[in-house]
T-cell receptor, first 116, second 117 residues
């Protein structure tokens, strides 16, 4: 069973640019969550999508946005990049909260963004 | 607001030693989930365990064991007879139990475990 796939794995951008990161969840998983990991703030929740709808949102500015497609693949976008946006962006997928679901999140290896 | 504290930033042990990673949490929810994840150098977070707040039974899985004590808001993780492959950053996390929000995890800052041969 293929795991969560994130692309690109590494990227370098300059301040002011925008970036789009992609996440393909495990087949059959309908929930996709995004997390930002930095040395200073640690792992922080960005948002979660289920069936193309944003269900939860963390405390990030509007420059951070996302969407989910009908095949459950998700993208997140960061506009007007700042130096502080340099981070590892992790995507996680999970089944919905149906009976028998463990609620386990399966994470991808992340997209490492460097903003210069 | 939810909060997870992992007071140990780094731990270094020699192979075959037992090691306990501490986790203390704060939440106003009466029901919630607690998790432990392992992050090897590759960056991927690997799920280790999920525990419901209403299930205080300790759990053992091979060399891993978890001690959940609701009275002290702690969910500690012990590795018995540690191995070099256990070297990683370990995260404790907390999420609401209510439907739809259980994917919003609050993570601790992590504990870097180094197991030396």
């Amino acid at each position: 069973k293929a795991g969560v796939t994130q692309t690109p794995r590494y990227l370098i951008k300059t301040r002011g640019q925008q970036v789009t990161l992609s996440c393909s969840p495990i087949s059959g998983h309908r929930s996709v969550s995004w997390y930002q990991q930095t040395p200073g703030q640690g792992l922080q929740f960005l948002f979660e999508y289920f069936s193309e709808t944003q269900r939860n949102k963390g405390n990030f500015p509007g420059r951070f946005s996302g969407r989910q497609f009908s095949n459950s693949r998700s993208e997140m976008n960061v506009s007007t990049l700042e130096l502080g946006d340099s981070a590892l962006y992790l995507c996680a997928s999970s089944l919905s909260r149906d009976r028998g679901n463990t609620g386990e999140l399966f994470f991808g290896e992340g997209s490492r963004l460097t903003v210069l | 607001a939810q909060k997870v504290t992992q007071a140990q930033t780094e731990i270094s042990v020699v192979e075959k030693e037992d090691v306990t990673l501490d986790c203390v949490y704060e939440t106003r929810d009466t029901t919630y989930y607690l998790f432990w994840y392992k992050q090897p150098p590759s960056g991927e977070l690997v799920f280790l365990i999920r525990r419901n707040s209403f299930d205080e039974q300790n759990e053992i899985s091979g060399r891993y064991s978890w001690n959940f004590q609701k009275s002290t808001s702690s969910f500690n993780f012990t590795i018995t007879a540690s191995q070099v492959v256990d070297s990683a950053v370990y995260f404790c996390a907390l999420s609401p139990y209510s439907g739809g929000s259980n994917y919003k995890l609050t993570f601790g800052k992590g504990t870097l475990l180094t197991v030396n041969p």
